[in-house]
């Protein structure tokens, strides 16, 4: 601030004086304020080319060590393809040297033969029965198969519902009935004359009847166990009912 010096000659100058360092003052507070503005602005600038800088410096050496880092896998890469192929010359080598091994002789497994084969020789009461029941028998058609030629000879029951045939009242051809069956002793004889028996096993020969029944030896029974029941069954001479071709 400028001094004010009394004047006793004349009071406008020092008014005057007053005025101009009031003036100067401002422009001064003015002008330190741009320079303080101008200051930040240069070091703000200053950080951002600083970072800008560093960020630049970090992403070569990024580059740098990703280069290395890829060499580096390269490299490891080719050594273990080189190990590979010397692991795989090496076992071709030894393959070589060693001799195989002659073909061991494969054991024939033995087979047991069958050596009883027979036919049940029905009475003559049995075979005329079962004639008898065979010739009674009708065929059992489809309702209208005279008449409509799609119709195969598959029996199907009648399921009309005005089907007179259904009830048992009218129609050609006759129903199935419990009447038609044959009698208890000659059911599920098997065309040899004898009843079909499952076995399993060497125990369930004990119980049999050789004159009557036939065993059928079960599909899950393996050639050793087969080979027992062939050989009690040929002792026993019992008939076997589904022999191999390798048992006949």
């Known amino acids: 601030m400028a001094k004010v010096v009394?004047?006793?000659?004349?009071?406008?100058?020092k008014v005057k004086k007053i005025k101009k360092a009031e003036e100067s003052g401002k422009e001064r507070k003015v002008e330190s304020?741009?320079?303080?503005?101008?200051?930040?602005?240069?070091?703000?600038?200053r950080k951002e080319r600083k970072v800008e800088r560093e960020r630049e410096e970090s992403g070569k050496e990024r580059k740098v060590e990703s280069r290395k880092v890829k060499k580096d896998k390269a490299k490891r890469e080719e050594g273990r393809k080189e190990r590979k192929v010397e692991k795989v010359e090496r076992e071709r080598e030894e393959e070589k040297e060693?001799?195989?091994?002659?073909d061991v002789e494969k054991k024939e497994k033995v087979i047991e033969k069958i050596k009883f084969h027979a036919k049940r020789i029905l009475d003559r009461k049995v075979f005329s029965l079962i004639y008898r029941k065979k010739k009674r028998k009708p065929k059992f058609l489809r309702?209208?198969?005279?008449?409509?030629?799609?119709?195969?000879?598959k029996w199907r029951?009648?399921?009309g519902i005005d089907s007179k045939k259904r009830v048992g009242k009218r129609g050609k051809g006759?129903?199935?009935k419990i009447g038609y069956k044959k009698p208890e002793n000659l059911r599920h004889l098997h065309p040899s004359g004898y009843r079909p028996i499952l076995i399993h096993n060497v125990k369930e020969l004990e119980n049999l009847d050789p004159k009557k029944e036939a065993i059928v030896i079960a599909s899950a029974v393996g050639r050793?166990?087969?080979n027992d029941i062939i050989r009690i069954a040929n002792e026993k001479k019992i008939a076997i009912l589904n022999p191999k071709l390798s048992e006949r």
């Open 224 to 226: 050793r166990k087969r």
């Open 33 to 45: 304020r741009k320079v303080k503005k101008d200051k930040a602005k240069r070091e703000e600038g």
């Open 174 to 176: 006759k129903l199935p």
């Open 143 to 153: 309702q209208e198969f005279g008449k409509l030629k799609r119709l195969k000879e």
């Open 98 to 102: 060693v001799e195989k091994p002659r």
């Open 6 to 13: 009394e004047n006793k000659g004349g009071g406008g100058r």
């Open 157 to 159: 029951r009648p399921r």
